[in-house]
């Protein structure tokens, strides 16, 4: 037969206050704030007043009473030489109420339990305004127990406040003595405890405590170092929680860490103080750390423990910074992350603020950059899910990577190294739109893609609204102003055939659209809503709003799998084109005007043309004609047709060449001999419908020529024979004779 690892210790209700009073049986709260109701609690005393048992509590020898440091700030005399694993809601309610002191709820705030008697009848109730009133209840129990209760005046001044209310017999008065008597000696109570050796460790107390307390939660590493800091820093544990209810509730005129992203919970922000104190995400390590162990020789020592816990000290102040806090959250909001809405996994928030905590504070990394690289990393590690299975492992991993790193730079290099090691192209082209394939209404792409829209800067389908201003989480209303609404609608899928909730609430089906446009539309199909609500805008406004939302040319018109396939593949490319904008740190406009890395993001189509020059042939090194004529080919087109950005230096492929290559002495040079260009070959009458700028893209200047919708047809000169284009899908076409005609008949007549 094996030796057991506990031994049964019996106690009486008032050894066991006693014992928590003085400091000797530690209440770790491990399962901390108390949760019980207090009908419970009620039930509790009523359960032992009539005599029955009410289980027993498990404890575990503390091996670390060398060097020990008592409980809390209010001078118990001994040190908890037992610590409270199993029972803890029990003994914390028979505590509070024999003491008469508060507890701390779910919400942080402190409540007074009050449990009332009736003698006469032997009943226990939670105490209310009209038991209060009722004099057959002694109202608060407590009074029984407190430090000078006399139990004989307590006795007649029940019975004397009873006799105002009816008449009291002699009877009565016997059964009243016996019962607030016997309500008095519950303090002899008896309870069965059984005591864990001090050569457990914490995982086999664990698994106890799991074995034994089916209806228990799991005791995990964060709760065995909760514990210690009750221990040896309960200052440590209560900044901790402190801070956690303070994030709970918004504040004015005050700091506070109150955000729209998270609420986060003590043992959360302990794994952050972790990660930044000893580079560590598995807790069993920094367990054994904290008791002073060294990992080589297995030896504890006071001295290496009180080192740790100084470590872990300064490592929390960090984390607790409301500075560091925010500025932290502000990078999220740099990701385009709004709100808690938006957060698929608090793992991914509180690790990455782990990695802006080391940024700023271990190697100095300037505020601006730190914030665009940990808003890079965010959107990286939300998108891809990382800390979402596994979590510690991989951050393990993650914070291994920095074990080499010296420098600022090399600390933004590997976290931007990381990201691209993640988001390759198979990853935009093949895995991201694969894991686009789903119905979970909280997936991370899809959150990814609501953040990507924010990047962009793009306005809410069939609105003039942006979405992240309707993103807002300050604005509320009886409805949301945005509403998750069906492309296709169920009802018309119905009619198809297709009622799998699973295949109608496919993410690609779903757009955000304002709430009194999802009222309107209803279940009509989107042959029919999709032209009345796009009479609202130009074609332009239109081209840029299907980028933005993903939309194929004629969606409404396609066969429903089709689309979904389509719809898939371009979220994935305004997801990535979001993160390119993030990655090289560029700035959205929150103008009319588009800015050179959305145009380019976006590629070429019906209103964006990109040009590598123009007057030089890049083949040759030459000024060409036919560079020229391309330029005024693009403007008339889109002067003739609904607008569009034409922007020189930049290739095909979206790579910069720069202005330079056109060699011109300076930029106003190059302006006017565009302008001139215009004058003589289009006309001077369509500068009013032109205006160009410089900007700059990936340290290369290149120009942007805007053009707004003509109101005359346009015609380009080349030689004698004056040409006619339109814009036609991604290319310039030039009409003939007749086409043109007919052409201006329809577009401007």
Not at 712 to 719: I, L
Request: aromatic letters at 10%.
């Amino acid at each position: 037969m094996s030796e057991t690892i506990f031994k049964q210790v019996n106690y009486d209700l008032n050894s066991l206050v006693k014992f928590v009073e003085l400091g000797q049986i530690g209440l770790p709260d491990l399962q901390r704030p108390f949760v019980w109701k207090n009908s419970k609690v009620r039930n509790l005393f009523d359960s032992m007043y009539r005599g029955f048992p009410v289980g027993y509590l498990l404890f575990w020898e503390n091996a670390l009473i060398e060097g020990v440091k008592t409980i809390g700030t209010d001078k118990k005399q001994l040190v908890p030489n037992l610590l409270l694993v199993d029972g803890q809601q029990r003994l914390t309610s028979l505590f509070a109420v024999v003491k008469g002191i508060p507890v701390i709820r779910e919400s942080y705030a402190a409540e007074q339990i009050e449990i009332a008697f009736n003698p006469l009848d032997g009943k226990f109730e939670v105490a209310d305004a009209a038991i209060r009133k009722d004099k057959t209840y002694i109202p608060n129990i407590s009074v029984v127990w407190s430090k000078d209760a006399d139990i004989f005046e307590i006795t007649d001044n029940y019975l004397t406040n009873l006799a105002t209310s009816r008449d009291v017999s002699v009877d009565d008065t016997r059964k009243v003595r016996k019962a607030i008597t016997r309500l008095q000696q519950l303090l002899s109570f008896p309870f069965t405890a059984l005591q864990l050796a001090a050569t457990v460790d914490e995982e086999q107390v664990s698994e106890v405590f799991v074995r034994i307390n089916s209806e228990g939660k799991t005791l995990n590493q964060a709760d065995f170092i909760l514990t210690l800091m009750s221990v040896f820093w309960e200052e440590g544990r209560k900044e901790l929680e402190s801070f956690c209810r303070a994030a709970k509730v918004p504040t004015v005129g005050k700091p506070s860490p109150f955000n729209h992203f998270i609420r986060p919970k003590p043992d959360q922000l302990l794994r952050v103080a972790v990660g930044v104190a000893f580079r560590r995400a598995r807790l069993q390590y920094v367990y054994s750390i904290l008791r002073g162990k060294d990992l080589t020789t297995e030896e504890f020592s006071p001295q290496r423990r009180d080192a740790q816990f100084e470590v872990l000290k300064q490592a929390q102040a960090r984390v607790l910074n409301l500075q560091n806090w925010h500025d932290f959250l502000k990078a999220l909001l740099q990701a385009g992350y709004r709100s808690e809405t938006m957060i698929s996994s608090e793992n991914n928030l509180l690790y990455s603020y782990v990695f802006y905590l080391i940024g700023k504070t271990e190697f100095s990394v300037d505020e601006h950059i730190l914030r665009r690289v940990i808003a890079q990393w965010y959107y990286m590690v939300n998108l891809t899910g990382r800390y979402t299975s596994s979590p510690e492992s991989k951050m393990e991993f993650d914070l291994a990577r920095l074990r080499t790193v010296k420098t600022a730079e090399e600390f933004v290099d590997t976290l931007r190294q990381v990201c691209e090691s993640f988001l390759t192209s198979d990853f935009w082209s093949i895995t991201l739109p694969n894991e686009l394939a789903t119905a979970a209404a909280r997936s991370p792409s899809l959150f990814a893609y609501f953040a990507a829209l924010n990047l962009l800067d793009a306005k809410v389908l069939f609105s003039h609204h942006k979405v992240s201003d309707l993103l807002d989480p300050y604005t509320h209303a009886h409805r949301a102003s945005l509403e998750r609404h069906h492309l296709f609608p169920k009802a018309y899928l119905k009619e198809q055939g297709i009622i799998d909730s699973r295949d109608t609430n496919q993410v690609a089906n779903f757009s955000m659209i304002e709430w009194g446009d999802n009222a309107k539309i209803s279940d009509k199909p989107p042959k029919e809503y999709v032209p009345e609500l796009s009479k609202r805008y130009s074609l332009l406004e239109m081209e840029q709003m299907r980028y933005w939302h993903a939309l194929p040319d004629g969606w409404e018109l396609m066969e429903y799998w089709d689309f979904l396939k389509q719809r898939r593949e371009m979220i994935a490319k305004v997801i990535s084109d979001a993160y390119k904008l993030l990655d090289k740190g560029d700035v959205i406009t929150t103008s009319d005007t588009i800015s050179i890395a959305n145009l380019v993001a976006q590629g070429e189509g019906t209103s964006i043309e990109f040009k590598g020059t123009l007057r030089t042939n890049l083949h040759t090194g030459e000024k060409d004609q036919r560079m020229e004529m391309g330029i005024l080919k693009t403007i008339a087109a889109f002067l003739n047709s609904h607008g569009g950005n034409l922007v020189v230096g930049v290739l095909d492929d979206g790579s910069p060449v720069g202005v330079e290559a056109d060699k011109f002495e300076n930029d106003d040079k190059m302006l006017l001999h565009l302008d001139n260009l215009v004058k003589d070959r289009i006309g001077p009458q369509h500068s009013l419908n032109i205006q160009s700028r410089f900007d700059d893209y990936e340290d290369k200047k290149v120009l942007i020529v805007e053009c707004k919708k003509g109101k005359a047809p346009v015609f380009v000169k080349d030689g004698s024979i004056e040409r006619f284009f339109v814009r036609g899908g991604a290319s310039t076409a030039e009409l003939s004779a007749s086409q043109t005609q007919e052409f201006i008949k329809q577009r401007f007549v």
